[in-house]
């Protein structure tokens, strides 16, 4: 049973922050430090390492190794590292941090103390909200069908929220991406109605080591 959530509006602007890779026992530290600032036709302002915005060509690598890959509404795909990573205007902080034996992904709170996060479901950009009191990743119907779920062989189910009973099904999701940390196999729930973000509920949060540290959430894959 999926706890019911308030949502308030996920559109306000904000600055995404990305981190590369950091270290392991016996590797090397590197780390880029990437801020979105803003989106214009063909480029985008980028913050890397603190310095001074700088508009990217889409096609162009920054000295930093940092390439602009493609642009799509709010958000930019970049090449750092030789992994992609996707920044989203009005997000809130993230870090990946790897070179380690296991993936973390650093989540910082926005001012109500939430977590966002940017990723995927079974390969498409999703908007996350993380909530522990959720039983399952938990998609608005509009968001499933963008995944390519079919309900017509999923299991029916009811849900109790606010607004009373709704209906929902029962959904094994192929992957589920959260920075660099990908997850499959995981179980989902559909709502008939659409929502304004997918919940990251504890189908996801189960296979990570969860820690938080004031305004800082850090998710590390167990298996």
């Not at 709704?166 to 920075?179: H, I, N, S």
Request: charged share 15%; with cysteine; proline share 4%.
């Amino acid at each position: 049973m999926t706890k019911a959530v308030h949502f308030r509006p996920w559109c306000r602007r904000g600055v995404l922050w990305c981190l590369g890779m950091l270290l392991g026992a016996a590797v090397p530290v590197w780390a880029t430090e990437v801020a979105l600032a803003g989106i214009f036709p063909g480029k985008a302002l980028l913050v890397i390492n603190g310095g001074a915005p700088r508009l990217v060509a889409v096609g162009t690598q920054t000295p930093e190794g940092v390439k602009v890959i493609a642009l799509d509404g709010e958000s930019v795909s970049l090449l750092m590292d030789g992994r992609r990573q996707q920044l989203v205007l009005g997000q809130q902080s993230v870090r990946v941090e790897s070179g380690a034996s296991r993936t973390a992904v650093y989540l910082t709170a926005d001012s109500q103390g939430q977590f966002h996060a940017p990723g995927s479901v079974n390969g498409i950009q999703m908007r996350f909200f993380v909530d522990t009191g959720a039983s399952f990743v938990s998609l608005g119907r509009a968001d499933a069908l963008r995944a390519g779920i079919s309900l017509t062989q999923a299991q029916p189910a009811s849900l109790q929220t606010a607004n009373g009973v709704v209906q929902a099904w029962r959904v094994k999701l192929d992957t589920v991406q959260v920075g660099d940390v990908t997850l499959r196999n995981v179980d989902g729930i559909v709502h008939g109605a659409d929502m304004p973000f997918v919940l990251l509920g504890m189908s996801f949060l189960n296979r990570m080591e969860m820690r938080r540290d004031g305004n800082t959430m850090v998710l590390r894959q167990r298996y």
